[in-house]
Structure formats: C-alpha cells, structure tokens
C-alpha cells in the first residue's frame, strides 16, 4: 500500500476548536495535497484542524482504504472533503467509519456502487478531459498510469487560474491509474451520510449536467454551482468552497 503523506494545520487551541470535527481533503487525479492551498487558510483561520492526505492514485479500494486508515486515526468528528476522483475515494472511505459526520464533493465524482468514474464522466456530454490526456505510461506491472499533457491542462482543469499558476500544476501533477478510473466503487457512502456539493458552472473535466445528476441522486442537503469556475474550484473560488465546508461540519 502507498505510503500517505499528511499535512496537519493546527489552529489555535481554543474551546471551540476542540469541540469542532477534523476536516480531512483527499486531492483528485493529475493533482497533489497543494490543490487545497486555497481552502487551507481560511478553515485554519477559522478553528478547524486540518488533515491533507496524499491520495495514492492507484485503486478506489486502495486509495479508500488508505483514507480510512486515516479517519480511524482521528479522535471526535470528521468532515471528508473530496476534489475530483477523491470523490469516488471519500464515497467509499466513508464506509464503516461512524465519526464521519458529513461529506462534501468539490467539482467531484460521487458514485453509485458498480459505478466507475470512467462509466460515470460518459453519462453526458461537455469533458474534455479524455482529448488533454498525454500519452499513457506503461507501469512495471502492466498497468497503465494516465496524466494530462501539460500543454493542454488548463483547458479541462484551470481556465480561470494564472497561467504561472497552471504551468507548475501541470509539471507537479500526481498521474492515476487507468484501472483506478475504471473501477467499479463499492457501497455508496452518501447513501447513509449528509452530502454537500459545490462544483463550477464551467468545469469541463466534470460536466455541470454530471454534476448535477449526482447532487440530485445524493439527496445533497445544499448545492454551490460557482459561477464561471473551473474544475479546480477550491483554488479559484477557495472562499466559496469553504463556505460549503464549514456549512458541512455543523451537520447534527
């Protein structure tokens, strides 16, 4: 199993901090634990203890279970927040783990069990994910290990961002496995627990319509659709998304 990485912000100590649930992030495909440099600052500001788990990329039963681990590490409540195909990851994480208070999709995929986010992303049109992807990667194993092409990655990912700012995404993006795209998710967690989405109106790795379809399906108790964002919306809209999260942790 990967080894995960954990970047943990404490805030000031304070009686409200300690009676506050752990916000735990799980980053997408093609990104890093910094895709939540935006949101970071204003939970810490606001007296939430942070943990930032580098998602292995290599299995949704795999990388659930490393997030769940973990969860299980964290003593009170817990928020689970996932970017992208960290969706599919908290969706099953979320099994098992009763300290999980609520979950929240960021521009994220939030499957149904059997379903994969490769099956899920063709349900409607608008991606252009699949014609940004570089050429894939033959693993030792005989896996292939996808990326995008970084001259093609604001297209899809960050059309609203600094082109500086695109450019090192591009060159430190994480690749996923094609078999982790593929893979049918287990058993819903939205299903049992409350769900939040916020997602931008102009994503075009994730479609507004998908999107909407999978709020819908989850019963989500709230919907932020940001208004000209992108699929990396927690750093082009990190206040919104935030917002969304903070509303999540005060779920009874």
């Known amino acids: 199993m990967a080894a995960l990485t954990l970047l943990l912000v404490a805030p000031i100590?304070?009686?409200?901090?300690?009676?506050?649930?752990?916000?735990?992030?799980?980053?997408?495909?093609?990104?890093?634990?910094?895709?939540?440099?935006?949101?970071?600052?204003?939970?810490?500001?606001?007296?939430?203890?942070?943990?930032?788990?580098?998602?292995?990329?290599?299995?949704?039963?795999?990388?659930?279970?490393?997030?769940?681990?973990?969860?299980?590490?964290i003593d009170g409540p817990v928020v689970l927040v996932g970017h992208s195909y960290g969706g599919a990851v908290i969706t099953?994480?979320?099994?098992?783990?009763?300290?999980?208070?609520?979950?929240?999709?960021?521009?994220?995929?939030?499957?149904?069990?059997g379903e994969s986010a490769f099956a899920l992303i063709g349900k409607f049109p608008g991606s252009e994910l699949g014609a940004a992807l570089a050429k894939p990667v033959t693993l030792s194993d005989g896996?292939?290990?996808?990326?995008?092409?970084?001259?093609?990655?604001?297209?899809?990912?960050a059309a609203d961002l600094p082109d500086d700012q695109v450019t090192l995404m591009a060159i430190t993006q994480r690749p996923v496995t094609e078999a982790?795209?593929?893979?049918?998710?287990?058993?819903a967690g939205w299903k049992t627990i409350p769900s939040y989405f916020v997602y931008g109106a102009a994503d075009k790795s994730?479609?507004?319509?998908?999107?909407?379809?999978?709020?819908?399906?989850?019963?989500?108790?709230?919907?932020?659709?940001?208004?000209?964002a992108s699929h990396v919306v927690m750093l082009s809209h990190p206040q919104q998304v935030a917002e969304v999260i903070e509303e999540a942790a005060q779920t009874d």
């Open 13 to 73: 100590a304070s009686e409200a901090a300690s009676i506050k649930p752990t916000i735990v992030l799980v980053h997408g495909a093609m990104a890093d634990s910094s895709s939540w440099n935006g949101v970071i600052p204003i939970l810490s500001k606001d007296g939430y203890n942070i943990v930032a788990v580098a998602d292995p990329l290599r299995s949704v039963a795999g990388d659930a279970a490393s997030v769940a681990s973990v969860i299980k590490s």
């Open 143 to 157: 896996g292939i290990e996808l990326s995008v092409d970084p001259a093609k990655f604001a297209g899809p990912f």
């Open 206 to 228: 994730i479609p507004p319509a998908l999107h909407d379809f999978m709020a819908k399906r989850a019963q989500a108790r709230d919907v932020v659709v940001v208004p000209g």
């Open 180 to 187: 982790a795209l593929k893979e049918a998710s287990g058993p």
């Open 92 to 113: 099953n994480a979320a099994n098992g783990n009763n300290n999980v208070r609520a979950l929240v999709y960021a521009a994220a995929f939030a499957p149904e069990k």
